[in-house]
């Protein structure tokens, strides 16, 4: 043997040993589509020591299987161009997928003389697919009965909850503010409309976790914030027999932001500092302002954080892997809540700590706006006044009676109805200015009535209130021809600004 002759076996070994260590399929097709070449590993496969010169069929493959792969090997052939695929085929190791790719052999003129392919075994590969396939199916099923329970429930949460606010709304009209029942009734709102907001928190789970909860924004004091902050955690403090105390800027500080929001935030730091602290422990709120900044921080004597929770200690979900004797329950929401709300509100949060058993500090930073002149509650009250006629329907007797003495309170004249064809019948005799329909009411719904008023051209404005607040909900409403969807427990100072409006219209159309 010569050395040309020596180098050329050297080289075939070589090349053999490199394909018949690979566990994929390597293999050669002549121009007459019989095999040529096949490794080791597909040699098992097909079940035969030799594949020379050997078709498809011969080779163990069905007869559609083997004319596909003829199709494609004269395609390959007439096009030099490579062709891949996916198919089952059953072998010696049983039934299998495999992702194969067929490739033209070209000469040094550029000619097609061979056709080379490679398969590979893709069948774990697709049973692990589809088996994520089929969990990701199972997380979106257990996510949507999840947003029709908490929509359900939400709806359900909030027909009791609209009465209540209505019946406070009526007590603070009729009420002497100087009366002791007059800051009970203002302190009982502030609670339902805490509870509302928490209900509505039932449909923002998703919002939560993107930061795309929405803002009532407003010009509100930071005494105010603090106030509802502690009529909410109070309790919580005065169950640890915890020391409370409360150093605030001499001056009025005011703060562009959602006062119910803003109120959680603080709430929920005071009740982690009650809840991780021992009993009879210290807790202080401290308030200054630097410039055009809040720097609100609340201190406690508390187990303290070790540094390596303090960079998760905002994570959803996370307590800080602290000692569970001192939990009192919780989802682990609250902290991480709280600072993208802070962040919605352009401000930071951040915890300190001196280590374990030396207590924490929470920090929230805020921008604050200068002062201006806020309107009196009473004064808002007397300019909350209406002249409209109103059609008001509702199957709630409670949600009805106490959102029509309301609206009668603020000056309105309300027909009442507690059923959809009540409404379509009481449309025609008492010539309303607006109407204002639940959704929900039994056979025929608020949906019903609103087409069935659209069908005869009545143009007026159409009010949907309904305890479905989501935005289909929304959008479905908005199609059956209303012109406004608000939520129950709707807020009465909202109700009534939009009332203003068309009020206004309809004065000037008059004119």
Known sequence: MDQQDFSREQQRRIYETALNSTPDF????????????????????????DVRGKSWVELGYEQWHADMHDRELAQVIATRAPIRGEIPFTGTNGRRIYDYIFAPVLDANGAVVAVAGTTRDVTDRKAAEQILRDHADRLAEADRAKDEFLATLS????????????????????????????SLHAMMERQVGHLVRLVDD?????RITRGTLSLQTERVSLESIVQAALETSLPVINAGSHHLEVH??????????????????????????AKYSERGGRIAIDGAVDGETLTLSVADTGIGLAPEMIPRIFDMFSRGDRDSSYHQGGLGIGLALSRRLAAMHGGTIEARSDGLGHGSVFVMRLPVRAASRVPTQERAAEEQRLSLRILLADDNIDVGNSLADTLRLLGADVWLEDNGPGALDAFAVYAPDVVILD???????????????RAKGVTLPLIALTGWGQDADRERALAAGFDHHLVKPVAIPLLVDLLQRIDRRTTSACA
């Open 202 to 206: 039932l449909l923002e789970v998703s």
């Open 26 to 49: 390597v293999y050669v097709f002549g121009l007459d589509h019989r095999a040529i070449y096949a490794n080791d590993a597909l040699l098992k496969v097909w079940g035969v020591e």
């Open 439 to 453: 959704i929900g009411m039994p056979r025929v719904t608020g949906y019903d009535v609103a087409r069935a008023l």
């Open 248 to 273: 605030l800027p001499d001056t009025p500080v005011w703060i562009e932001g959602d006062r119910v929001r803003l109120a959680q935030i603080l709430s929920n730091l005071l009740n982690n500092a």
């Open 155 to 182: 709806h359900e949460l909030r027909n009791p909850l609209a009465p209540l606010r209505n019946g406070l709304e009526i007590l603070r009209r009729i009420t002497d503010p100087a009366s002791q029942a007059a």
